[in-house]
């Protein structure tokens, strides 16, 4: 099971067994990795991946979720 974490003002940090897949289904080669970070800022060159440039660009994320509205 993938668990997903929401880094404040920074990436999704991705744990578990997981798969990153292409529009069209196509698997990125993760080399066994079980951790990985997705860029939320969008200014990443190594994207979907996070590269840190969210923390030179001073990337300010929305408010946190309120749980209810996750339903």
């Given at each position: 099971?993938?668990?997903?974490?929401?880094?404040n003002?920074?990436?999704?940090?991705v744990?578990?067994g997981?798969a990153i897949?292409?529009?069209?289904?196509?698997?990125?080669?993760?080399?066994?990795?079980?951790?990985?970070?997705?860029?939320?800022?969008?200014?990443?060159?190594?994207?979907?991946?996070?590269?840190?440039?969210h923390?030179?660009?001073?990337?300010?994320?929305?408010e946190?979720?309120?749980?209810?509205?996750?339903?």
């Open positions: 099971m993938a668990t997903i974490t929401v880094k003002n920074g990436p999704l940090r744990e578990g997981f897949c292409d529009q069209d289904g196509n698997a990125f080669g993760l080399a066994g990795r079980t951790v990985i970070s997705l860029c939320r800022c969008g200014h990443s060159e190594n994207k979907p991946f996070c590269d840190g440039t923390s030179q660009i001073g990337f300010q994320a929305a946190a979720i309120n749980p209810e509205s996750a339903e």
